[in-house]
């Protein structure tokens, strides 16, 4: 039987592309443009890639020890040798806030990204499974969130010292909670639209109209609260660091670059403490406001 050819293609073109649709792609281009009618939001997002590009290639351009000390270097002002000055065991500050920023960059992003994908998953099946087994699993949630976050970081971190890996699994685990409920909300709506029902009838099964129908679909809502989540991370392992029960030296992150200068700033030593502060806060802010850009973006009511 020979293959009905599309307009326009010869018998020996190779296989035809996927139809891109078009709803779809306008939609996606509406978004981008109210993302960028949002000026605080391209600003955020400005700021997070200078930063980005500070932390991983920043070291490139300005070399510096983190590991070893330099005792008679040690508390230094900032000067031509060491922009920022140095800190009490004599490592340059500039390239200790690079290196402390790719610590707290990587950990924000993967634990965020991590606690996105388990809140999605279980937000998912909550909602689409209904009955006593999305009751049984929101309360699991429920409890969850009665727990301070903050709070078991600093069981967990008193009973060990976790690395990087460590930190970016325990904060997702404690962090997926917010996403879940998100996405189950918006699993309970769209679980009832026509093409579900459409899919479920000519015997297509629950993974196929989750994978292909509902979180596609949910996209949205899953880009917006990883944002929150990252945000949310960067925070949580400042805190804990700067409880002084996060990395270990020589390792460090914004957090316990704030830890170990905290008591400098009464001796008038500000570059220890202003950098990575003023760090945290910009960067905290950023994704935040990428947030939300992203959450207006895709938002349907406030389109025109």
Not at 10 to 39: H, I, K, Q
Not at 50 to 58: D, Q, R
Not at 166 to 187: C, H, K, M, Y
Not at 285 to 302: K, P, Y
Request: include cysteine.
């Amino acid at each position: 039987m020979s293959a009905v050819l599309q307009p326009g293609r010869l018998p020996g073109d190779g296989p035809a592309a996927e139809p891109v649709d078009p709803v779809a792609a306008a939609g996606l281009r509406l978004a981008l443009r109210r993302f960028a009618r949002n000026r605080l939001a391209v600003v955020g997002l400005a700021v997070v890639v200078l930063f980005f590009l500070f932390c991983f290639v920043g070291p490139l351009l300005y070399s510096t020890d983190q590991i070893h000390t330099t005792l008679t270097e040690v508390n230094l002002a900032p000067s031509g040798s060491h922009l920022l000055g140095t800190d009490a065991v004599g490592h340059d500050e500039l390239g200790r806030l690079m290196y402390g920023g790719k610590v707290s960059l990587v950990v924000g992003l993967a634990a965020g990204v991590l606690a996105t994908v388990i809140g999605t998953l279980w937000g998912a099946a909550a909602g689409y499974a209904g009955g006593w087994v999305d009751a049984a699993m929101m309360r699991v949630v429920d409890a969850g969130i009665a727990i301070p976050a903050l709070f078991i970081l600093l069981v967990v971190s008193a009973i060990s010292t976790p690395g990087v890996l460590g930190l970016i699994v325990i904060l997702g685990l404690v962090s997926w909670l917010v996403p879940s409920r998100l996405v189950r909300a918006e699993t309970l709506t769209l679980k009832n639209r026509d093409y579900v029902h459409t899919l479920r009838a000519i015997g297509g099964t629950h993974t196929r109209a989750v994978g292909r129908h509902i979180l596609p679909n949910s996209v949205s809502t899953i880009v917006v609260a990883a944002t929150f989540q990252v945000a949310d991370a960067i925070l949580l392992v400042a805190y804990v660091s700067y409880l002084g029960l996060g990395l270990q030296p020589p390792k460090t992150d914004w957090g316990g670059m704030l830890s170990a200068g905290l008591t400098a700033t009464y001796s008038g030593r500000w570059w220890l403490i202003l950098p990575p502060g003023l760090a945290v806060i910009l960067v905290v802010c950023a994704f935040n406001a990428i947030g939300d850009g992203l959450r207006d973006a895709f938002d349907v009511r406030g389109r025109r």
